[in-house]
């Protein structure tokens, strides 16, 4: 919590509009290079405008990479909130190239309930977590993880449920909970920590599977879902799209 205290301002305008920055660019390379139509160079710009969390936590705290403790924390704060912003453009994008979304007003209320929805989620779930528990007694100090894990499912279905982010809620929830005292706090720190390998571990067997190189990089697991969503909305050249990313990233 001191660090995203720390640099909330910088890491809040890299995260929404350094995003935004970052697609515009990338729609013009794409529009250049692949001969994209506007709207889909924009979601492809979009799409790999998101910066992977995993892989900069691995970078930052794994690698022995020495840099100013303000960068870091900026770097930090700003790779695990910039994801709701890419989904935001992924989906208003989507919808206004499938024809759901036809007028700013309701691209303006998916921007608006994304973030302040996800952001009460994640605050009042993340606040209920700590005080759950703490008060619950369990017999088996092993289930605190699992309550703990519980909570994050429920913050990221209820936030997506109401229109939030469930990306951003989650996030939200992690960083309360993650700052305050609660029971068994080393046990639970070590068990989401395994399953977080667990999980990447999976997708790039998984990715691996997919392309049968071992070349893919760690920061390419966010961008290569979010490429996922126009193959399931059936937006036109989709295909092209997420072929685009999954070599890009």
Request: hydrophobic content about 55%; proline content about 4%.
């Amino acid at each position: 919590m001191a660090s995203v205290q720390r640099v909330w301002k910088p890491a809040l305008a890299l995260s929404t509009v350094g995003v935004l920055v970052t697609s515009l660019l990338n729609d013009l390379a794409a529009a250049w290079v692949l001969k994209l139509p506007i709207l889909q160079g924009l979601l492809l710009g979009s799409i790999v405008g998101s910066t992977d969390a995993a892989a900069v936590f691995s970078v930052l705290r794994t690698s022995g990479l020495k840099l100013p403790e303000r960068l870091t924390a900026t770097v930090e704060v700003k790779s695990g909130s910039n994801d709701p912003m890419a989904i935001f453009l992924t989906l208003g994008l989507i919808g206004v190239i499938t024809g759901s979304t036809d007028s700013a007003q309701q691209l303006a209320l998916l921007f608006v309930s994304q973030f302040s929805v996800g952001r009460l989620v994640g605050i009042a779930v993340g606040c209920l977590a700590v005080r759950a528990v703490n008060r619950i007694n369990l017999d088996y100090p092993g289930l605190y993880p699992l309550l703990a894990l519980a909570f994050g499912l429920v913050t990221f279905g209820l936030a997506a449920v109401l229109g939030g982010s469930g990306f951003l809620a989650v996030y939200i929830a992690g960083i309360v909970l993650g700052s305050s005292s609660i029971v068994f706090r080393r046990g639970i720190f070590a068990f989401h920590d395994a399953v977080a390998w667990l999980g990447q571990i999976v997708l790039f067997v998984m990715l691996g599977l997919l392309c049968f190189l071992s070349w893919v990089g760690l920061k390419g697991a966010v961008p290569i879902t979010l490429a996922t969503f126009p193959l399931m909305a059936g937006v036109p050249q989709s295909r092209l799209i997420f072929n685009a990313v999954f070599l890009w990233c």
